[in-house]
T-cell receptor, first 112, second 114 residues
Framework: EDKVVQSPLSLVVHEGDTVTLNCSYEVTNFRSLLWYKQEKKAPTFLFML????IEKKSGRLSSILDKKELFSILNITATQTGDSAVYLC????????????FGSGTRLLVRP | DTAVSQTPKYLVTQMGNDKSIKCEQN?????MYWYKQDSKKFLKIMFSYNNKELIINETVPNRFSPKSPDKAHLNLHINSLELGDSAVYFC?????????????FGPGTRLTVL
């Protein structure tokens, strides 16, 4: 069965800390890996990764994919309280149709 | 302008009732989806439509019936609501997945069945 596993399930840090969120997957018909941030409402898109070893960066956030070992990490440096959210990892599965298979998320709380 | 919108945002109803949730996207996307997010924040695909045609139906009870009157709209009708249907339902849309995998999510509809 296809699955996406995220760790840790939750994390509490202080402002200024650096965090690393993990996502491993076992998915047939892998097409891409996506990271979303979910605060109170809709998940908002952060990154999409399709190639191994190429880091994607946006401000203090960065992510990389390893297609051989089947995992991805999301790094957040110099965390701020506004980074508090649930971070969702999803794998794009494509055959004749397409869907996202989500992990259960990592709940990050950044304390002042 | 809202890209993906859903109505209502909140829905509280009794067991056994029938209810509908509406979704509209103004992004010109071909593909729309319904996801269910349970209390543990686990998001799971329910349905996917491409140009009004059903292409994914993920082991969802047939009390749930999606309807796509045109490619900008995907509504979800639920018959005979049960307690276990309580969740947040998200609509999403994307371009043709062969071109882009990013999905844009609506704000969600929190359904509470009493």
């Amino acid at each position: 069965e296809d699955k996406v596993v995220q760790s840790p399930l939750s994390l509490v840090v202080h402002e200024g800390d650096t965090v690393t969120l993990n996502c491993s997957y076992e998915v047939t018909n892998f097409r891409s890996l996506l990271w979303y941030k979910q605060e109170k409402k809709a998940p908002t898109f952060l990154f999409m990764l399709t190639s191994s070893g190429i880091e994607k960066k946006s401000g203090r956030l960065s992510s990389i994919l390893d297609k051989k070992e089947l995992f991805s990490i999301l790094n957040i440096t110099a965390t701020q309280t506004g980074d508090s959210a649930v971070y969702l990892c999803a794998v794009g599965w494509m055959d004749s149709s397409y869907k996202l298979i989500f992990g259960s998320g990592t709940r990050l709380l950044v304390r002042p | 302008d809202t890209a993906v919108s859903q109505t209502p945002k909140y829905l509280v109803t009794q067991m056994g009732n029938d209810k509908s949730i509406k979704c509209e996207q103004n992004l010109g996307h071909d593909t729309m989806y319904w996801y269910k997010q349970d209390s543990k924040k686990f998001l799971k695909i329910m349905f996917s439509y491409n140009n009004k045609e059903l292409i994914i139906n993920e082991t969802v009870p047939n009390r749930f019936s999606p309807k796509s009157p045109d490619k900008a709209h995907l509504n979800l009708h639920i018959n005979s609501l049960e307690l276990g249907d309580s969740a947040v339902y998200f609509c999403a849309s994307s371009e043709n997945p062969r071109l882009s995998n990013e999905q844009f999510f609506g704000p969600g509809t929190r359904l509470t069945v009493l």
